[in-house]
């Protein structure tokens, strides 16, 4: 499977964007997929995961209640809205694929990941 991020772009601080994580092929639909980001300077982090089905979900704890992940098989994609952005979360966005299980120890580790997207540049002003 092949992942491409988009939507990423320029918000002021208290704005909002929808990153989508878009995927190539037919068994997208069996992949957990994770949101990662990695700032100027600093390392990769975890953003958010959800499951295969979609019945497990889960948040870094600086993104809770800011941000939600959801995705639509039918149309191969995994969202991740972002509401009341600040300067913080400027980064670039990478979504990831994880074929099998994705309990929360796995799903927050990058090297749990086999397939990744491009990232997808966020930046938010002051």
């Known amino acids: 499977v092949q992942l491409q991020a988009s939507g990423g772009g320029l918000v002021q601080a208290g704005g909002f964007l929808r990153l989508s994580c878009t995927a190539s092929g037919r068994t997208f639909s069996a992949y957990g997929v994770g949101w990662f980001r990695q700032a100027p300077g600093k390392e990769r982090e975890f953003v958010a995961a959800?499951?295969?089905?979609?019945?497990?979900?889960y948040y870094e704890d600086s993104v809770l209640g800011r941000f939600t992940i959801s995705r639509d098989n039918a149309k191969n994609t995994v969202y991740l809205q972002m509401n009341s952005l600040n300067p913080e979360d400027t980064a670039a966005y990478y979504c990831?694929?994880?074929?099998?299980?994705?309990?929360?120890?796995?799903?927050?580790?990058?090297?749990?990941?086999?397939?990744w997207g491009q990232g997808t540049l966020v930046t938010v002003s002051s």
């Open positions: 959800i499951t295969a089905r979609g019945d497990q979900i």
């Open positions: 990831a694929g994880r074929s099998g299980d994705l309990l929360w120890n796995i799903a927050r580790e990058s090297e749990s990941y086999s397939h």
